[in-house]
Every structure is written in C-alpha cells, then in structure tokens.
DNA sequence: CGGCTGGTTGAGTCGTGTCAACTGCGGTGG
DNA sequence: CCACCGCAGTTGACACGACTCAACCAGCCG
C-alpha cells in the first residue's frame, strides 16, 4: 500500500512524442503509464524501427530491462500523459517484504512478454491481412477491459507507419490491408475511431486465441498470499 | 543452496523428440536443461509450427508460464539429454528466503525474454539471410559460454525445417540461405558442424548487438545480495 | 492561402513460398 | 553383406505477397 501511495506522488506530466528513455540508456526506474499511450522501440541500422510493445493507461514500463545494466529499447509516448515512475529500490524493498506482491509483479511482467511472444508467432507465420487484424484485436480486449470501448468503439492513436513498425510491414501495405479490412466488412474506422461490426468473425479470420491475455492466477497463488500477510492481486 | 542439491535429485534422463509437456497442459512445474536442447512451440490452425525458443545447457524452461494457469507453449526434447524439474512450490519458499535469488530469478527469466524480443526485431525486419545468421551467431555465443564450442567449431543438431519454424522461413529457403552463407565465405558447415571463418564480418551482416546478452547485473544487485545473506547470482 | 503530415492508389520489382524432382545418407531387414 | 526404404537436404520453375517509388488527395495548422 505504502509503495502504492509513493507512485501517486511522483506522478509527472509528459507530452505527445517525448521520449522517457532513450536505447542505451543507464537503467534506473520504471514507470506505471496512468494516462496516455506509450511504445518501446528499436531503431536499426537501416534507418527503420521495430516498436516493441504498446503501453496502455495501467501497463508497467520498463520490466524488460530488470536486471540489465542499459536499456536495450527506446520508449516514447504516443498521445500526452501522465506517468509515475518508481525505482529499482522501491522493487527491491517490495521483495524483501511481500513474496506475494513479489509474484504478482514477475506475473505482471511475464503477461506483458506473452503478447510479445504472440505477435512473433504472428508476424512469422501469418499474413500482412491477419497481422493487423491480430493487432486490433488485441489492442481492442487490452482497452475492454480498463474500460475504454464504448459500444464497440475504440480510438486507436497510432498512424500507420507505427502500425508499420509494430507489424514488420510498409506504411503502404497497412493501408492497403485496413482498405482489405473494411471491404470484408471486419473493421471500419473514421478518423482514429475503430468499430468492429463482428468481432468473432475477426478473431477467427487472425487465428486469435486470449489465452495468452488470460489473467487469472493459479490457484498456487492465492494461498501463498494468504500464507504472507498482504493483498493479493 | 538446498535448492540446488534438491534439482541433481529429480534428474530425469528424457530421449530425443520427447514432449516435456503440451501446450494446454496444466502449468505445474519448471526445468533446468542439463544436458541436450529443448525447444518451445506453438502450433498453428494451418498446420505450420513456430518455434519460440531454442534452450541449451543450462536454461531454466517454462518461465514463460508463470503465473498462468495454462501452458502457453509447448516444450520437446531435440535430442537425448537430462533435466531436472522443480515446482512452484519451490520457487515460492526461493522468494521468500532470498530476496536476491528473487532478483536473480527474475534476471535469468528477463534475459531469455530479451532473445525472444531480439528475434522478433530481426524477423521483423531483416532478410532470410541476415535473420539465419543472427540466430547462428546467437547460437554461437551462447555455446561458447557454456564452453561448447572448440576451435570455432561447434554442432547444431536443428533440421532446416526446425530453423524455418524458429526463423519464420520455409526449409527450402533455409537451405538457400545456407548455400548463400558459404558461398560468401560466412558459414561452413558438414554433418551437424559449422565454423564462422571470420565472425566479426557474420555478426556485421546481421547486425548483431550483442547488448541482449549481457550477463553482468548492474550494481545494485550486488548491494542487494550484502543485504541479504546469501548467495549472489 | 500554402505547406506539411498522414493516408490512398497504381505500377513495377523482388524476396520468399510452393511444388516437384532429385540426391545422398543412414538404418533396417532379408 | 547388400538391397531397400525413408528422411533431410538441394535445386529449379513458377507464383504471389509485400516493398518501393511516385503521384495524388485530404485535413490541419501557421
């Protein structure tokens, strides 16, 4: 709770395209995004850029550089926002004093990397059309679930060369396949707004399992709060 | 140290091709690799199979589940070798005695997760060739690590149709790529054995950073670790 | 009003996939 | 010991998906 309390107050304010944290960089803390859309990248030889991950409002940045000594990805906000950052110390001290805290937050950060571990299996094995439309959908349950969809409405802040980046494809084809996307009736879209008119039917023609989105814990867990006088997760 | 006396005791030998478990299957336990490679997989509806890790001597398999209550990935034997298998249970009492295995822990999972996020930056937007070498390369550094490359050479008991599913590539195009890598004098291979005759120009065409697989902690783990009485990672 | 950024569309190229035939090797059984 | 089979790898022909380049269009902001 302590520790809970302590994000609230360095809660900072940062603004569309700031960049939190360069690829190199020392690392030193993490942030919980509160508001605002987020993305890790990498930027290669050949001029173009690999973004990692998507951070929406409540997704823990930085995770994946625990326990290196430099960032190995960049990280910049899509939209304006607000983020807290907290410390490698703040961790170590929730280590020492809740084992249950300690695996909610490793099962935090694996969860983040299973949607990593899926989009490789989707960008290696399917095509431009199921990519996008894997992406989508899986962006569109992230948002259900904090809330953010409204009668199947979503806005989707990302131009489509960042989508480009995200997928391993050009800014052309994403447009191109989004065009493909509307004429088979899967996904329409004014402006950054997105509807699907059949959801299921998208999921199906992406190949979409939630499994890896699931996020109950086994029931090892709960006993081991209970075993540790903490909240749960 | 218990810990580590308790793995030699549940050593299992296991043959070539055996399925450690499902995809699916229940989440219960974790293995280190003693001797031989694993693989994990996923299987796809249109048949095709995308191999997500290769694991040698040494790793920790199964982290990727933890906190799920379902596997994610499916995990078989390459060929024969001996693992030794440990529970949840175990790595609960790890957190709460030791603070700094904890963070240890963490670290060796992180890093594995590291080689999955830099090969989905190079499928995603290197060529054939450049994606087969880096994972040659990457393969290379981590033998050599663990001591298993001598004179430069060392043995890769992967098919081509497994490198396709690790790469996102078809076995015909493997071999392609592999007549390709010869005959510019990057990789010479007979049987299972290859050789790099010159390293440094093979990392340069694949862009190879070897940031990823950095193994030294940053300093505060090592305050950590003094805090605590035990062992440092 | 003009420039800039993001998106759309078309034409042509190139990388990778697929299918198929063929080779070489190792293991197996007669 | 040899004949056979089967699997892994190689090579060629062809198809197709995605990229590039370029022109064009639509908002948006100065």
């Known amino acids: 709770m302590a520790l809970l309390l302590e994000l609230e107050h360095s809660a900072r304010k940062v603004s569309a395209g700031e960049i939190?944290?360069?690829?190199?960089?020392?690392?030193?803390?993490?942030c919980v995004v509160k508001e605002g859309w987020a993305y890790s990248y990498r930027n290669l030889i050949n001029g173009s850029m690999q973004i990692l991950k998507v951070y929406l409002p409540g997704d823990v940045i930085g995770m994946r550089d625990f326990?290196?000594?430099?960032?190995?990805?960049?990280?910049a906000m899509i939209n304006d926002g607000v983020v807290c950052p907290f410390t490698y110390q703040q961790l170590f001290d929730?280590?020492?004093h809740s084992p249950a805290l300690t695996a909610g937050i490793i099962a935090i950060a694996v969860r983040q990397q299973a949607m990593l571990t899926e989009r490789l299996v989707y960008i290696g094995r399917h095509t431009a059309q199921q990519r996008l439309a894997h992406?989508?959908?899986e962006i569109y349950v992230r948002l259900d679930r904090v809330g953010a969809v409204e009668a199947g409405r979503f806005s989707l802040p990302l131009s489509q060369e960042q989508l480009g980046d995200v997928l391993g494809l050009s800014a052309v084809h994403i447009s191109r396949m989004f065009t493909m996307l509307r004429d088979e009736g899967l996904v329409l879209r004014e402006r950054q707004q997105l509807y699907f008119p059949d959801p299921g039917a998208l999921a199906r023609m992406a190949e979409f399992n939630d499994a890896y989105l699931d996020e109950s814990l086994p029931s090892v867990f709960h006993s081991l709060a209970q075993a540790a006088p903490s909240?749960?997760?």
């Open 94 to 96: 929730l280590f020492r």
């Open 135 to 137: 992406f989508l959908y």
């Open 231 to 233: 909240n749960s997760l």
């Open 67 to 75: 326990g290196f000594t430099q960032r190995l990805s960049g990280v």
């Open 20 to 30: 939190l944290w360069q690829e190199n960089a020392r690392v030193d803390l993490f």
